[in-house]
């Protein structure tokens, strides 16, 4: 059996990885693993990214840059670094075995295999093991196909963590250079519409926050969608509390002929509600559901096709206002209902901002409604 050194499925990832695979991939690992519903993800690992600096000579080179430039002037040549440099060639190997393996959809015939879908559309997003600023998009990169293209999209993604910006948070909130750095590689799926939620608000914990809107995740800053409709929804009840739909005037697709992500003028469309209230309260429910597994506030992006809602990454809300040295989860002992262990790893966040956690923890839907979404998400192809 080959020993795979770089990649790990999602469903491989453990707390414990935290330093090798970050903690976005570690807190979409515990939302995969509580049966919500995450397109198909692997994970590169900071082993991958060390291994990369090592073999191009960058790590002395890119010391000197710092040295002598600004910081923008810095970061265009650390750009130009990386895209001329080889990615390790067993690394290579693994990383297109794991692109090509996203192609395999369940229950997808052996033919239809190999075509043009051998190629997926994937999203690259950086997941270092500190914990990143709420609103943070720098180093996620959508509608990424064929190798070369992951190639540099990847490079790209590690190369962010130099950019003048990154620089200034982890100098502002105390986080040394002694840090990991995981990429996740998401198959994207074919949304209609999209949404981000907060697990609670500004001034209420109470509160659920969703911001919905047609078309594709706008992570770039040059394409944020303006005119997304805002709900808040009781976290108790899951009522909606407040309703605002707002004029979009395009939308983020991809374009059949050239499959660019493109802006879609949308007319009259742009003045309709986003999501529907059952859907709004669904992306709710989910938030809810989310908050209560990882143990704090959440920002999450999802994808929305007709039934299905995707959670496509979880940030954790971070409040600049209040510095946290470091956290420890608790190490859980104790027996389950069939006699086993269970035992969950403990692990430090060195640096990094976080708010204080809710005490008033939401609760877990019901066996009934666990039982039916377990079904639902279990046809989801």
Request: charged share 30%; glycine share 6%; with cysteine.
């Amino acid at each position: 059996m080959v020993e795979v050194r770089y990649i790990l499925t999602l469903n491989k990832v453990k707390r414990s990885d935290l330093e090798e695979a970050g903690f976005r991939a570690v807190d979409l690992a515990v939302l995969r693993e509580k049966r919500l519903n995450i397109p198909l993800t692997f994970v590169i690992n900071n082993q991958a990214f060390k291994d990369f600096l090592e073999e191009n000579g960058l790590a002395s080179r890119l010391e000197n840059v710092f040295q002598k430039r600004n910081p923008a002037d810095a970061y265009k040549e650390v750009l130009e670094l990386f895209l001329k440099a080889e990615l390790p060639r067993d690394f290579e190997s693994e990383l297109f075995e794991a692109y090509e393996s996203l192609a395999i959809d369940p229950g997808v015939s052996a033919s239809s295999i190999v075509t043009d879908w051998s190629q997926p559309f994937v999203s690259l997003i950086r997941s270092p093991s500190y914990l990143l600023s709420t609103e943070d998009k720098e180093g996620i990169f959508q509608n990424i196909r064929g190798k070369k293209a992951l190639v540099d999209a990847l490079k790209l993604v590690w190369a962010s963590i130099y950019s003048p910006e990154s620089l200034k948070y982890r100098e502002r909130t105390g986080i040394n250079d002694s840090f990991g750095v995981g990429v996740l590689v998401q198959k994207m799926k074919r949304v209609t519409q999209s949404a981000v939620s907060y697990s609670c608000s500004d001034l209420d914990k109470k509160t659920i926050i969703v911001k919905s809107f047609f078309g594709l995740q706008d992570y770039a800053s040059e394409h944020e969608i303006l005119g997304k409709d805002y709900h808040e929804v009781d976290v108790d009840t899951l009522m909606i509390k407040k309703a605002d739909i707002n004029v979009q005037e395009y939308s983020l697709i991809r374009d059949p002929e050239s499959f660019e992500v493109v802006r879609h003028e949308l007319g009259e469309q742009g003045s309709r509600q986003k999501l529907n209230d059952k859907q709004i309260a669904e992306v709710a429910r989910i938030t809810k559901r989310a908050r209560s597994f990882i143990g704090k506030d959440l920002k999450l992006y999802l994808g929305v096709r007709d039934n299905y809602t995707y959670v496509l990454l979880a940030n954790r809300v971070v409040d600049e206002q209040k510095k946290i040295i470091e956290e420890k989860d608790k190490m859980l002992l104790g027996v389950d209902e069939k006699g086993g262990h269970i035992i969950e790893h403990a692990y430090e966040v060195l640096g990094g901002l976080e708010e204080e956690p809710s005490l008033n923890m939401p609760g877990i839907i019901s066996e009934e409604e666990a039982r039916k979404e377990i079904v639902e998400e279990r046809g989801v192809n």
